[in-house]
Each structure stands twice: as C-alpha cells, then as structure tokens.
C-alpha cells in the first residue's frame, strides 16, 4: 500500500463518521468504523441510507437536494440535524461526486451534542418546534393535492384540467380525448340515495383510471361529467381506449346491481394547438352518444 493510501486510511478511521451514498438510489456504498455495526445486524453497505442512519422507511422529507443548492465552500454544503432518537445534535457535511456517469454524496458527521449550550429542555422544545414545522409541511402538501385532485374519485379535477391546458400539453404534436358522462346518475341518487351514486361514480373513476394507465390524463370536471386526454397519440388508439373502458364495464355488470351506464364522445386531431376546441367537439360528440342511447335504451340524464 502507497504511503497516501496509508495515510488516507488512517484519516478515514480517525474522522467521526464518514459515508459515501449513491445519490439517485440513496443506498450506502461505504461508511467506515464510526458506524460499527454488531455482526448479527448486518452492515449497513447496500442499505438506504434514510433507513439505516435515520430508521425510516421512506427518504427524509428534509434531506437537501444537492443537485438544486447553489453552495460555496467548494460546493461543500454544512447543515445541522437533531436525531431525536439518539437526542443528540449532528453537524452534516454533504457534496456530490461524479465518477463513471453516477452521481456518489459524500459525506462527514460530527456530533456537536447540545447545540450551543442548549439544555434538555431547549433541544426538547426545538424538537416540538421542528414536529410542529413537519406537520404543517405534510398539511401545506395535504392542501396542494386536494386543489388538483377530486376528493370522491382521487382523479385530477377541474383545477388541474384547466392548468393542464395551459401549461402541460404545449409540445405535442396530436392529441385525442374521450368526454364522458355517467347516464342515470340522479335517478340512481333517488332511488338508492347518494351513497350508492358516489359509489357509481367511483366505479367509473377506477375504470376510466385503469384503463387509460400512464397513456393519458384522467379529470373529473362535473357532477357526473369525465375527461380523458391522451397527448401524442394515434386515432387508433383513442378508439383503443374507449373500446376497452366500454367493454371493462360490461364485465362489471354482473357483480352489480346497478349497471354503470356511461356515454362517450370522442375527437381527435394531427393539431394540439388548441386542446379545449378539441374537448368540445368530443363533448357533442358524447351528447349525440347519449340521445342515442336514451332512444333506443331508455337511459335518462
């Protein structure tokens, strides 16, 4: 062993807590002795990094994403965390190595114990402080979901479908969409009360859901009234689409007593330019499908 690598070795043993992380898998590729590990726990090599460290199943909601911090310090970022479980401080040191195309995290701990001197006390309220700023984080994310998301069905709703025209399918070069319309709704609502209705309505979410997959985008923008967009695809397959969400609901006729009865509009065009054109010639469209059922089924709004 070259005498740089001694050396290195030895420093390496000697630093309080050094880690090499691959960044995009947060697995652990090297941590040496200050993470000793009894023999019947395993090492902590190959293992995420937020479980072993922080005992979570999940990565932490604020380790900082290196790749979008603009750091001095020769790209060093320093920050400070309290592991509640340990009830001790720690100083993180964290930069971002690329070697071979793959991005590694380096990285130093240091505990610092009670951070500047404070008392149990103060690091038990600065622990409640930080709790309290987790759970307003987790309601901030609570809020912004339920502003894109119907909250009966869980499909985007009317506020995403409006931004989604503005913003999401500006680069596409074709698009199609499906308008839908669940038949009998209200009828269904007197005889068998809403919740039976809700539960209609659910039934077809998950159907329209499944059945576009990660193809399209899935809306509810009315009491009973569904979009599907399906951005950069063939005319072909939008009719591939709705023939597979017809025929999923005639399979769940069976199990059911109340049949799930639904009209469909569709458009297509080689031009996305003007996507809400295109989701009113499918809304027509749905309208004839439905006087058309209503005339030879004797289905009702």
């Given at each position: 062993?070259?005498?740089?690598?001694?050396?290195?070795?030895?420093?390496?043993?000697?630093?309080?807590?050094?880690?090499?992380?691959?960044?995009?898998?947060?697995?652990?590729?090297?941590?040496?002795?200050?993470?000793?590990?009894?023999?019947?726990?395993?090492?902590?090599?190959?293992?995420?990094?937020?479980?072993?460290?922080?005992?979570?199943?999940?990565?932490?909601?604020?380790?900082?994403?290196?790749?979008?911090?603009?750091?001095?310090n020769n790209n060093v970022y320093i920050w400070d965390y309290y592991d509640a479980r340990t009830k001790h401080w720690y100083k993180i040191k964290n930069c971002l190595v690329e070697a071979d195309g793959i991005w590694y995290r380096v990285g130093n701990i240091n505990m610092i114990g009670d951070m500047m001197g404070l008392g149990s006390e103060a690091v038990k309220e600065l622990g409640e402080m930080r709790k309290l700023a987790r759970e307003s984080g987790e309601l901030q994310q609570m809020l912004e979901y339920e502003s894109f998301h119907d909250r009966l069905t869980g499909l985007y709703n009317r506020n995403r479908y409006i931004c989604d025209l503005k913003e999401r399918f500006l680069d596409i070069n074709c698009a199609g969409t499906l308008f839908l319309d669940l038949n009998n709704l209200k009828d269904v609502n007197d005889k068998y009360f809403h919740s039976e209705g809700d539960k209609l309505l659910c039934r077809l979410a998950d159907t329209i859901y499944t059945a576009t997959g990660e193809a399209g985008r899935c809306y509810r923008v009315g009491g009973d009234e569904f979009i599907i967009i399906l951005p950069d695809c063939t005319k072909e397959d939008l009719e591939s689409l709705r023939k597979r969400i017809q025929e999923k609901l005639r399979q769940q006729e069976s199990g059911n007593d109340i049949p799930c009865s639904v009209a469909i509009g569709s458009a297509w065009s080689t031009s996305a330019e003007n996507l809400e054109s295109l989701v009113s010639e499918a809304d027509v469209r749905m309208y004839e499908n439905k006087k058309l059922m209503k005339d030879t089924d004797g289905i009702s709004k």
């Open positions: 062993m070259q005498l740089t690598e001694v050396f290195l070795e030895a420093m390496l043993q000697c630093a309080e807590g050094v880690y090499i992380i691959e960044e995009e898998s947060k697995r652990i590729c090297y941590t040496n002795s200050f993470f000793y590990v009894d023999e019947g726990s395993g090492r902590l090599e190959g293992k995420p990094c937020y479980q072993a460290f922080a005992g979570r199943t999940g990565p932490c909601r604020y380790c900082p994403d290196l790749k979008k911090i603009s750091s001095t």
